[in-house]
């Protein structure tokens, strides 16, 4: 993996009381949409869909992923795509860092450095994709732009 510094930027009002002083696990709230949901805090925007494709995108990226000044998790590339993690991903922000977990619980990387994210790009979550108009909107009311599908493994 890359560097040890993340790259964080705060939501705001999210940011305040994000890390439990216990656990150090931040408190998540959740917005759900058909096939799509985000859970919000710690300065991050975590969008993860909520069902497992009958089919998935074989790209790859590998690089970087950084939260940007909304909190939305974004590929470190050209057109800074919104990562939409497999259903079961989730994060928890240990410290200054967070971290973002398989469904098993398994670490897959931590933000602000590299990750091997195998899916695909897409410019709009559309209905071929098995994504409603709720989904959309929700996805672009939180973060805007084109969008990273990373295939469930």
């Not at 705060?10 to 439990?20: H, K, N, T, Y």
């Amino acid at each position: 993996m890359g560097g040890r510094t993340p790259v964080l930027l705060a939501l705001g009002a999210l940011a305040a009381g994000a890390c439990s002083s216990v656990t150090g696990i931040a408190p998540q709230d959740t917005v759900a949409a058909d096939n799509i949901e985000a859970r919000i805090g710690a300065g991050v925007v975590f969008l993860t869909m909520t069902f497992t494709p009958d089919a998935s995108m074989d790209a790859l990226f590998e690089g970087p992923v950084t939260a940007d000044e909304n909190g939305c998790l974004r590929l470190v590339s050209a057109d800074l795509h919104t990562v939409v993690w497999p259903h079961g991903h989730s994060f928890e922000q240990v410290g200054g860092t967070i971290r973002i977990l398989d469904a098993s619980g398994d670490l897959v990387g931590r933000v602000g450095e590299t990750f091997r994210l195998p899916g695909g790009e897409v410019e709009s979550l559309h209905d071929g994709l098995g994504f409603t108009q709720a989904d959309r909107d929700l996805a672009e009311s939180h973060c805007p732009g084109r969008y990273w599908i990373v295939a469930p493994e």
